[in-house]
T-cell receptor, first 116, second 112 residues
Framework: NAGVMQNPRHLVRRRGQEARLRCSPM?????VYWYRQLPEEGLKFMVY????????ESGMPKERFSAEFPKEGPSILRIQQVVRGDSAAYFC??????????????FGPGTRLTVT | LAKTTQPISMDSYEGQEVNITCSHN???????ITWYQQFPSQGPRFIIQ???TKVTNEVASLFIPADRKSSTLSLPRVSLSDTAVYYC?????????????FGGGTRVLVKP
């Protein structure tokens, strides 16, 4: 069972370009989360999605950022008109519908975005 | 969400036991305590979760006193590969959809 997959692993964009980050959750997982991590800091929650629905986007900047999790295909985090401050590692995590006694999220390897 | 406080960094040597204490004074009744481990250039990895007393798995032990205002992650006999950042998280485990709130974590450096 493959883990959470993210691509690309590294992405370089110039200011003003668009960045598209992809996340394929673990098989059988219907919940996807996106987090952002700045250097030397902890991860910050951005958005939580289920198939075709955004459930919680309280951590998402109001402008330029959007996320989707279509019925078919990976979840996409899209950043329009990138600025240098968007440079960070973006992690995707997934979790199953769970009634298990322990709830955990499974993280992908991240996409490191560099804006030049 | 309960705020957590943990040491910024800790050094240890191979074969020693490492104990990381996390303070969470305003933990709520429904909150669980969860620890994640993150290696450089990787996503965090779940280590252990508990509510009270002691929890042990193949990787670590988690000690939670009766008042639950703190918790201690114990890593037995660490090796060089245990060098990582360890995050203490507190929140309502609930169903799926629990967004995780990461603090700054504790950087553990294991020396030979």
């Amino acid at each position: 069972n493959a883990g959470v997959m993210q691509n690309p692993r590294h992405l370089v964009r110039r200011r003003g370009q668009e960045a598209r980050l992809r996340c394929s959750p673990m098989k059988g997982h219907s919940h996807v989360y996106w987090y952002r991590q700045l250097p030397e800091e902890g991860l910050k929650f951005m958005v939580y999605l289920q198939k075709e629905n955004i459930i919680d986007e309280s951590g998402m900047p109001k402008e330029r950022f959007s996320a989707e999790f279509p019925k078919e295909g990976p979840s996409i985090l899209r950043i329009q008109q990138v600025v240098r401050g968007d440079s960070a590692a973006y992690f995707c995590a997934s979790s199953p519908d769970t009634s298990l006694p322990v709830h955990e999220q499974y993280f992908g390897p991240g996409t490191r975005l560099t804006v030049t | 969400l309960a705020k957590t406080t943990q040491p910024i960094s800790m050094d240890s040597y191979e074969g020693q036991e490492v104990n990381i204490t996390c303070s969470h004074n305003n933990i709520a009744t429904n909150d669980y305590i969860t620890w994640y481990q993150q290696f450089p250039s990787q996503g965090p990895r779940f280590i252990i979760q508990g509510y009270k007393t002691k929890v042990t798995n193949e990787v670590a032990s988690l000690f939670i006193p009766a008042d639950r205002k703190s918790s201690t992650l114990s890593l037995p006999r660490v090796s060089l590969s245990d060098t990582a950042v360890y995050y203490c998280l507190v929140g309502d485990r609930g169903a799926a959809g629990n967004k995780l709130t990461f603090g700054g974590g504790t950087r553990v450096l294991v020396k030979p």
